[in-house]
């Protein structure tokens, strides 16, 4: 028997339902446009939208690897993990690997538990590209998250369909789409008890915030606000374009001209200015920091310099104006008590 449009020989044949048609075609058109070379990593957890991505990218793209995270948060998480990776070889994948990580507590449970995933993942995956199985409904909820951060409009572009080495071909296919593939598929995804502890802002979202926005706006919510992502983006890939030109024309190679980021664009000169703070060694800029070296360009009192991360034990790093020119330079720090 021949095997189906995109459907790749010796792979698992799969009905052609609704929803495995959907999740087959986010695939097929993400792997169009990435055009990746050879085989690549899954990201399983064992839920329903990694299951569903395993499924449809071993017949649409041939060789997968599965990557299998054990946060060892919850006792038997290693069955968990261990299913799931039987799960993977059930479906056609190549090889399935459990990594076990530990979780720290920085930042949280969400934000260290998220740390050491993608750390396992980038150190397993050999050189290959990594898909993973964020869907429509996750870019609704980040959109969100960065809304309340108030950082501008990097902050809700939301997850983007490819920034090497990670791939998300499901942002245009709902919740509700992967989970009836796995119904189609007679596969029982696990549950996991962390996606509906109230004690998570983003379970809260979920659960409570977007069905009220559902209710109370008439619906289209979650689509809506993963279209918006999707235009701020694309504006935001031109913005960067012109900053990029901006910082080429402002620079000598260690410091900026003053004159020439004052005559540009407020987008543009901020963007400019991130971008060579964070190859001068800049770490977790904040709205804050860019404002006020900013300031020393458009709004110059002979104010001092600007701390903005990314410093070293004895000193830290300072953008300033000196002679008309933006530097950026580690100074030291005073030392405390009689040294002072």
């Given at each position: 028997?021949?095997?189906?449009?995109g459907?790749?020989?010796?792979?698992?044949?799969?009905p052609?339902?609704?929803?495995?048609?959907a999740?087959?075609?986010?695939?097929?058109?993400?792997?169009?446009?990435?055009?990746?070379?050879g085989?690549?990593?899954?990201?399983?957890?064992?839920?329903?939208?990694?299951?569903?991505?395993?499924?449809?990218?071993v017949?649409?793209?041939?060789?997968v690897?599965?990557?299998?995270v054990?946060?060892?948060?919850q006792?038997?998480?290693?069955?968990?993990?261990?299913?799931a990776?039987?799960?993977?070889?059930?479906?056609?994948?190549?090889?399935?690997?459990?990594?076990a990580v530990?979780v720290g507590?920085d930042?949280?449970v969400e934000?260290?538990?998220?740390?050491?995933?993608y750390?396992a993942?980038?150190?397993?995956r050999?050189?290959?590209?990594?898909?993973?199985g964020?869907?429509?409904?996750?870019q609704?909820?980040?959109?969100?998250?960065?809304?309340?951060?108030?950082?501008?409009g990097?902050?809700?572009?939301g997850?983007?369909?490819?920034?090497?080495?990670?791939?998300?071909?499901l942002?245009?296919?709902?919740?509700a789409?992967?989970?009836?593939?796995?119904?189609d598929?007679g596969?029982a995804?696990?549950?996991?008890?962390?996606?509906?502890?109230?004690?998570?802002t983003?379970v809260r979202l979920?659960?409570?915030?977007?069905?009220?926005l559902?209710?109370?706006?008439?619906?289209?919510?979650a689509?809506?606000?993963?279209?918006?992502?999707?235009?701020l983006?694309?504006?935001?890939?031109?913005?960067?374009?012109?900053?990029e030109?901006?910082?080429h024309?402002?620079s000598d190679?260690?410091?900026l001209?003053?004159?020439?980021?004052?005559?540009?664009p407020?987008?543009l000169r901020?963007?400019?200015i991130?971008?060579?703070?964070?190859?001068?060694?800049?770490?977790?800029?904040?709205?804050?920091h860019?404002?006020a070296v900013?300031?020393?360009?458009?709004?110059?009192?002979?104010?001092?310099g600007?701390a903005?991360?990314?410093g070293?034990?004895?000193s830290?790093?300072?953008a300033?104006?000196?002679?008309?020119?933006?530097?950026?330079?580690?100074e030291?720090?005073?030392?405390?008590g009689?040294?002072a």
């Amino acid at each position: 028997m021949r095997s189906a449009p995109g459907e790749r020989a010796g792979a698992r044949r799969l009905p052609e339902t609704p929803a495995v048609l959907a999740v087959r075609q986010a695939v097929r058109s993400w792997a169009e446009w990435c055009a990746p070379a050879g085989a690549v990593a899954v990201a399983l957890s064992g839920g329903a939208d990694s299951l569903a991505l395993t499924a449809a990218a071993v017949v649409e793209l041939g060789t997968v690897d599965a990557l299998v995270v054990d946060h060892q948060l919850q006792a038997g998480s290693d069955a968990v993990a261990a299913d799931a990776a039987s799960a993977a070889l059930a479906l056609g994948c190549r090889s399935a690997r459990v990594l076990a990580v530990q979780v720290g507590r920085d930042g949280g449970v969400e934000a260290a538990a998220r740390q050491a995933r993608y750390a396992a993942l980038d150190d397993a995956r050999d050189g290959l590209p990594v898909l993973l199985g964020h869907t429509l409904d996750d870019q609704a909820e980040t959109v969100l998250l960065g809304l309340a951060r108030g950082s501008g409009g990097r902050s809700i572009q939301g997850m983007a369909e490819w920034a090497e080495p990670w791939g998300r071909p499901l942002l245009e296919v709902r919740r509700a789409q992967t989970r009836q593939l796995c119904v189609d598929l007679g596969l029982a995804p696990h549950e996991d008890p962390h996606n509906t502890a109230p004690e998570f802002t983003r379970v809260r979202l979920r659960t409570e915030v977007l069905p009220l926005l559902e209710e109370v706006l008439g619906g289209g919510v979650a689509p809506a606000l993963a279209r918006t992502a999707a235009q701020l983006r694309d504006d935001g890939a031109v913005l960067d374009a012109l900053a990029e030109e901006l910082l080429h024309t402002a620079s000598d190679g260690a410091t900026l001209s003053i004159e020439t980021l004052a005559t540009a664009p407020q987008a543009l000169r901020r963007r400019a200015i991130r971008s060579w703070l964070l190859t001068g060694g800049a770490k977790a800029l904040t709205g804050k920091h860019l404002r006020a070296v900013d300031e020393l360009i458009t709004e110059w009192r002979g104010q001092g310099g600007v701390a903005v991360g990314g410093g070293q034990p004895d000193s830290r790093l300072v953008a300033a104006r000196e002679h008309g020119r933006l530097t950026l330079r580690h100074e030291r720090q005073a030392r405390s008590g009689s040294e002072a």
